[in-house]
Nanobody, 131 residues
Framework: QVQLVESGGGLVQAGGSLRLSCAAS????????MGWFRQAPGKEREFVAV????????YYADSVKGRFTISRDNVKNTVYLQMNNLKPEDTAVYYC????????????????????????WGQGTQVTVSS
């Protein structure tokens, strides 16, 4: 059984930083792309960032580009989301998710931004940015 456990959320002032972590277990972590999504109250879940299985390719939503950085440690089976210059509109529950396809070759943002291409999700961690 695959488990994804997020941590690192919290309350921060606008302009501040947080680093989210997602620890994975249950299958060969290094074979799967990992994504971050977020969901604000009353809104649909939206794509934030994704990193391919090897860590060589990343994609970001336009709203976070230049402020957020996704990375992974395939020894620690952990994916990270470094969030800088946070804004109140970044307030949401953040979820990590694991790609359903091992060593996906057709790794493009148009595909990886779709939640149904992920088969395991964490429980979410709350990020609140005050103005």
């Amino acid at each position: 059984q695959v488990q994804l456990v997020e941590s690192g959320g919290g309350l921060v002032q606008a302009g501040g930083s947080l680093r989210l972590s997602c620890a994975a277990s249950g299958r060969t972590f290094s074979n799967y792309a990992m994504g971050w999504f977020r969901q604000a109250p009353g809104k649909e879940r939206e794509f934030v960032a994704v990193i391919n299985w090897s860590g060589s390719t990343t994609y970001y939503a336009d709203s976070v580009k230049g402020r957020f950085t996704i990375s992974r440690d395939n020894v620690k089976n952990t994916v990270y989301l470094q969030m800088n210059n946070l804004k109140p509109e970044d307030t949401a529950v953040y979820y990590c998710a694991a790609d359903r396809t091992a060593r996906r070759r057709f790794f493009v943002v148009q595909v990886m931004a779709i939640p149904s291409n992920y088969d395991y999700w964490g429980q979410g961690t709350q990020v609140t940015v005050s103005s």
